[in-house]
């Protein structure tokens, strides 16, 4: 009897853990298991399938914390995991594909450049960690980014290799200095100080403006599967042209009288 009213506080201690908490994790580690095997496939020079598998894990990555927000299931656990996982995914991962894919002729400087990137990445990550913890920051600068986020990182270092899979050069080492600079700018912009447009904060839409954004939503899907590099050569296109018009609306209104 003794030993098992002993055991009991330990019974109590180990409590069942909802499903809730388990769904969002499960995205992250098979958003983790795509980053991974995008690395396998750029070793073995399959690069078609290592940038679509980088893509995968964007969508996951874009998933797991919004499910976890609809769930209410999110966790410091979560967090740290999703954390990491995005480093491997937007920061290891897209600079192996670079480096095998675009500058390995360059040796030993077309590395450093890919290792910019990576600790680009890692750094970012680190400073947005930190700053989920600032008290004062004013709540309408939830809407923005600090630099730009590490899954638009790799969405744009690796659209050098869009272009090469679109036919506008047969081999992106042909270009490796000048993607060697543009892999710089992107390392640059993580760290940097702009703001990016987050699009967190939107969570609910005018009832009028559902059906248009279903059907734009779904013929952008349509065009992802049927025209992928198109597809993103575009996204990332949009997404630099984004960037001066969020830096400008940030401006606007953190000098605004109201901004809180």
Excluded at 251 to 259: E, Q, S, T, V
Aim: hydrophobic share 55%; charged share 15%.
């Amino acid at each position: 009897m003794a030993d098992e009213a002993s055991k009991e506080p330990d019974r109590r201690r180990f409590r069942p853990v909802p499903v809730r908490y388990l769904l969002p994790n499960l995205l992250t580690l098979l958003a983790l298991c795509s980053g991974i095997t995008a690395i396998r496939f750029a070793v073995e020079n399959r690069y078609e399938i290592a940038v679509s598998a980088i893509i995968l894990a964007i969508v996951l990555d874009a998933m797991d914390g919004r499910l976890a927000r609809y769930l209410n299931g999110t966790s410091r656990f979560g967090a740290e995991l999703d954390s990491l996982a995005d480093f491997v995914n937007f920061g290891v991962a897209p600079a192996l594909i670079m480096y095998f894919g675009a500058l390995s002729n360059l040796k030993t400087f077309g590395w450093v450049v890919c290792l910019m990137l990576a600790i680009g990445a890692a750094l970012r990550l680190a400073r947005f960690n930190v700053a989920l913890d600032d008290p004062n920051k004013p709540s309408w600068a939830a809407g923005y980014f600090t630099g730009i986020p590490a899954p638009a990182g790799a969405l744009l270092a690796l659209s050098p290799l869009y272009y090469q899979f679109l036919g506008l050069y047969a081999d992106a080492h042909e270009h490796a200095k000048f993607i060697a600079g543009f892999l710089v700018v992107i390392a640059i912009l993580m760290i940097s100080r702009v703001p990016t447009f987050s699009g967190k904060t939107l969570t609910r839409v005018p009832r009028e403006a559902v059906l248009p954004i279903l059907a734009a939503m779904a013929l952008g899907v349509l065009f992802l599967i049927s025209f992928p590099w198109e597809s993103l050569a575009l996204v990332a296109a949009l997404y630099f042209a984004l960037i001066p018009i969020s830096f400008l609306s940030y401006r606007k209104r953190k000098k605004a009288p109201k901004a809180v």
